[in-house]
């Protein structure tokens, strides 16, 4: 992969950064070489945000039985590349998958500050407001139905959930292949 360098391997999935983010990391510790500890800090939590968002991802395609090809972090957005999904709903199942990764580590984390407030700790403070807040942040803004961002496909969901709300409610079996709407073959990204 071009421009691409390989930093790791998450639950099995390789996960590479693109050369931007290397280049803005040096150019940040270039700015305050004074700092430079708690720049490297920054850069490696805001990463940590982006990387669990697209592990939600990653994870919510294997556990549709979906393999996973890799997990790809940009300066401002991240990609998983899985197997071409099966069906529309399985498209949309895999789009909330890092929204509600993200949001199971930043409620707690936020909740926490409200109640207790911020630490004495520095570090602690900074993961509390990387992980807790800038990540429910990325939340909101994700949920957008906007192209490009996982809100255009998430929300689609809703009709599905609706049906299988009236067929529940009237003891109908639900019709066969109705959420088997196939997509183009090949690889599918977030």
Same mark, same amino acid.
């Given at each position: 992969?071009?421009?691409?360098?390989?930093?790791?391997?998450?639950?099995?999935?390789?996960?590479?950064?693109?050369?931007?983010?290397?280049?803005?990391?040096?150019?940040?510790?270039?700015?305050?070489?004074?700092?430079?500890?708690?720049?490297?800090? $920054?850069?490696?939590?805001?990463?940590?945000?982006? %990387?669990?968002?697209?592990? @939600?991802?990653?994870?919510?395609?294997?556990?549709?039985?979906?393999?996973?090809?890799?997990?790809? $972090?940009?300066? %401002? &957005?991240?990609?998983?590349?899985?197997?071409?999904?099966?069906? &529309?709903?399985?498209?949309?199942?895999?789009?909330?998958?890092?929204?509600?990764?993200?949001?199971?580590?930043?409620?707690?984390?936020?909740?926490?500050?409200?109640?207790?407030?911020?630490?004495?700790? @520095?570090?602690?403070?900074?993961?509390?407001?990387?992980?807790?807040?800038?990540? %429910?942040?990325?939340?909101?803004?994700?949920?957008?139905?906007?192209?490009? $961002?996982?809100?255009?496909?998430?929300?689609?969901?809703?009709?599905?959930?609706?049906?299988?709300?009236?067929? $529940?409610?009237?003891?109908?079996?639900?019709?066969?292949?109705?959420?088997?709407?196939?997509?183009?073959?090949?690889?599918?990204?977030?």
């Amino acid at each position: 992969m071009r421009g691409f360098g390989r930093i790791a391997r998450v639950a099995g999935t390789t996960v590479y950064v693109h050369w931007t983010v290397v280049a803005i990391a040096a150019i940040a510790l270039l700015v305050d070489l004074k700092n430079a500890a708690s720049t490297i800090f $920054l850069v490696a939590s805001y990463l940590g945000v982006l %990387l669990l968002h697209e592990w @939600g991802h990653a994870r919510t395609a294997r556990r549709r039985g979906y393999a996973v090809w890799s997990i790809e $972090l940009y300066p %401002l &957005h991240g990609l998983t590349r899985y197997d071409a999904p099966r069906s &529309h709903f399985d498209a949309c199942v895999v789009a909330w998958g890092g929204v509600l990764a993200q949001l199971a580590v930043g409620v707690p984390l936020v909740l926490w500050s409200v109640v207790f407030g911020f630490t004495a700790i @520095g570090v602690v403070n900074a993961i509390i407001a990387m992980f807790g807040y800038l990540s %429910l942040l990325w939340v909101a803004l994700n949920l957008m139905p906007v192209a490009r $961002l996982d809100g255009a496909i998430a929300w689609q969901i809703v009709p599905y959930l609706w049906r299988r709300r009236r067929w $529940l409610r009237s003891g109908r079996r639900r019709p066969e292949g109705e959420e088997a709407k196939r997509l183009p073959k090949g690889g599918w990204v977030h």
